[in-house]
């Protein structure tokens, strides 16, 4: 090990025999399948479904199924072939000995044995059946699975499509350690939630690689869809909402709609999620551009500068603190709306904020680059900003708490596509890659670079997605009874990131030529090794839905008193029964005009004396200076007053300074 690398599992412990842990007990129904219900859709699908029933002795590979896909890592040109089949017993029972377990909380040494897709046992010395597969983690960290909380996998956006789909864009998370990805139904304006909602899952169900939860989007706003809110809510597993304020006549509310939405959100127990910038002013700033003649990618920042991302961020949270709902902001990608976040949050705000792995990992000043494809390989929005010190800064506040979760946006467009936009910066599809790239980036940037202790890494990968969005400790947690989406994470081994190595479909990568630390050699999705020691293994359709429940005790725990403290109260007082003043029909035409003559005052009107003074004359006979002069037709009321002559002084105020000498 280099001077200059940490070493995350010293002190190491001694090889003797470790003493076992009574927490991590035996568990009594180890060797049971669990099966976790839900309305219409499960949670939980055991694959092979046959297989459970048999003895050890007695179980075979199963011959059902699809066979998975076997790629390795250090082709530069990816081939898919035929591997071998899932196998029964070495597949569904997993022990991985010998690592250091990293939860958000804590970190200890311990095994963990998987069967089913769930884990069993945690402790040292466990004793498990035969037939189990063993892993070697000395050296290495084992951290529960990435959860992306924001992907648009093969979404129809400005006249063409996302070139990563549901398979290719899911097998590129396996790739990089992330085991379930949360993505957008984003359909077109007017389309009803419910038919957007079951065109997403007919797409996706049958292609992904590893787990999925979907969030919705709210484009417009009636009766209708606050009811299909409710549907989407109690029988869809749907607990998040997005609304836009930006896309000006596609997908943006106004601040009513906004309003309405957020309580309706609340009403149900779901999460507000807003894409926060000022569709008005970025559709005259973008007008303002074409004036110019700046049609190329860097128009597109100067068109949605920091102020416009920061005004829409202020605004929305300060829309949902009244609505009293919790609020989560996508794609915080500025500094300004980071300390905004971070202010808010601070001001007792209920308000989560998202930085991606594109505005951690670098800056916006590619979109002035000379070569216009590299340039607007880096259009998205809200924009990658100039300010090269903006990844660091939101880093900084990411590794302390002030935000929250990490995801990607990951929205992926080739060459031809972003072509769109050539002669015309605002046809260029807004997207950039990042779902495979996100763990490493971070690990990066935030736990090498001394910013996060891995902990925190954990956290928020993985962990505070889980309990945001209510699907902890299922997801997001190394326990007992959690699912078996597992990373055998290296820290210090390194890779250097490019579109020729990397799994996504799309021809470009945003963070080419990055060199990172921190690589997955193992990834183990639902109990299935996905990543073994280089080689990708994944089956199309083999993830399944998760349903999210409402109520997130993480983003609702303070809402319910909240409401509370904060009712508006009447204050009981005696009736009023003084005399109340009569209201004429016609008191505006009866009104009298402001000035009859030159002598009306706007107060006293055509009652004041032409010499009326506020307040008394000096002894001396002159007005006195308190009396207000205030004329609204700019004449002083002592203008017609004879005025005193001049008067020569010998001294100025304050007396002659030459006397002193």
Not at 196 to 214: E, F, Q, T
Not at 383 to 411: H, I, Q, S, V
Not at 420 to 429: E, H, M, S
Not at 432 to 437: A, C, I, K, L
Request: contains cysteine; aromatic residues 8%.
């Amino acid at each position: 090990m280099a001077d200059d690398e940490y070493d995350f599992f010293a002190p190491q412990p001694k090889p003797t025999p470790r003493v076992r842990h009574n927490v991590f007990d035996v568990v009594p129904d180890a060797f049971v399948g669990k099966t976790l219900e839900f309305t219409g859709d499960h949670r939980r699908v055991k694959r092979p479904s046959e297989a459970a029933t048999l003895a050890p002795e007695e179980m075979t590979p199963s011959s059902e199924g699809k066979s998975p896909v076997q790629e390795n890592f250090q082709q530069d040109v990816i081939t898919d072939v035929e591997a071998e089949k899932w196998e029964g017993s070495a597949q569904s029972r997993l022990l991985i000995k010998g690592g250091k377990i990293v939860n958000d909380d804590q970190s200890i040494f311990a095994d963990i044995y998987v069967e089913d897709g769930v884990i069993k046992q945690i402790g040292n010395n466990l004793v498990i059946p035969g037939g189990a597969r063993t892993i070697e983690a000395q050296g290495k960290l084992i951290i529960p699975g990435g959860i992306d909380t924001h992907t648009h996998m093969q979404l129809p956006f400005m006249g063409t499509c996302a070139v990563d789909d549901f398979y290719s864009g899911t097998k590129a998370a396996l790739a990089g350690g992330t085991t379930m990805i949360m993505d957008f139904v984003l359909d077109q304006k007017g389309v009803p939630l419910l038919e957007a909602y079951d065109k997403w899952r007919n797409w996706a169900d049958s292609k992904v690689c590893c787990d999925y939860s979907l969030h919705v989007a709210v484009t417009y706003w009636n009766d209708s869809v606050a009811n299909e809110m409710e549907v989407l809510t109690k029988e869809r597993g749907i607990n998040s909402f997005k609304m836009f304020l930006a896309y000006k006549d596609v997908f943006m509310l106004d601040d009513s709609e906004l309003y309405n939405s957020f309580k309706r959100c609340k009403e149900l127990g779901a999460m507000a999620m807003v894409h926060a910038e000022n569709g008005h002013l970025i559709a005259q700033k973008s007008k303002e551009m074409i004036a110019l003649g700046i049609t190329g990618p860097e128009a597109h920042e100067m068109c949605r500068p920091e102020e416009v991302e920061g005004e829409a961020v202020s605004r929305a949270i300060a829309v949902a603190n009244q609505a009293n709902c919790p609020i989560y902001i996508v794609k915080v990608m500025s500094k300004t709306s980071a300390e905004t976040i971070a202010d808010a949050r601070r001001k007792g705000c209920v308000v989560f904020g998202e930085p991606i792995a594109a505005s951690l990992g670098t800056d916006g000043t590619h979109q002035w680059n000379k070569c216009w494809r590299h340039a607007a390989g880096h259009v998205m929005g809200p924009p990658l900003r100039p300010d090269p010190t903006t990844p660091g800064y939101l880093m900084d506040l990411l590794a302390n708490g002030d935000l929250a979760c990490t995801g990607t946006d990951n929205c992926t467009f080739n060459a031809d596509q972003k072509a769109l936009g050539k002669d015309d910066f605002r046809k260029i599809p807004n997207g950039v890659n990042g779902v495979e790239d996100r763990m490493s980036v971070i690990w990066e940037k935030g736990v090498h670079s001394g910013k996060m202790d891995p902990c925190r890494f954990v956290a928020v990968t993985s962990t505070n997605a889980a309990k945001l969005f209510n699907i902890y400790p299922q997801k997001g947690r190394i326990a007992v009874g959690s699912d078996a989406d597992l990373v055998i994470w290296d820290p210090t081994a390194t890779r250097t990131i490019s579109a020729k190595t990397h799994h996504q479909a799309v021809d470009f990568n945003i963070f080419e030529g990055m060199v990172v630390h921190g690589v997955p050699v193992y990834v183990i999705s639902n109990g299935h090794v996905v990543v073994d020691e280089g080689q990708l293994k994944v089956t199309q359709g083999q993830g399944r839905f998760i349903p999210n429940p409402v109520h997130s005790e993480a983003a609702y725990g303070r809402i319910a008193s909240r409401e509370l403290a904060r009712r508006p109260q009447k204050v009981d007082r005696e009736v009023y029964e003084g005399p109340v003043t009569e209201i004429k029909a016609n008191s505006v035409e009866a009104a009298p005009p402001r000035h009859r003559n030159e002598n009306t005052n706007i107060i006293m009107g055509d009652d004041m004396p032409a010499d009326f003074h506020s307040r008394p004359p000096t002894r001396s006979g002159g007005r006195n200076l308190q009396d207000s002069s205030f004329s609204f037709s700019g004449e002083q009321i002592d203008d017609s007053m004879p005025r005193r002559q001049k008067i020569r002084v010998s001294n100025p105020p304050g007396g002659k300074t030459s006397g002193l000498w």
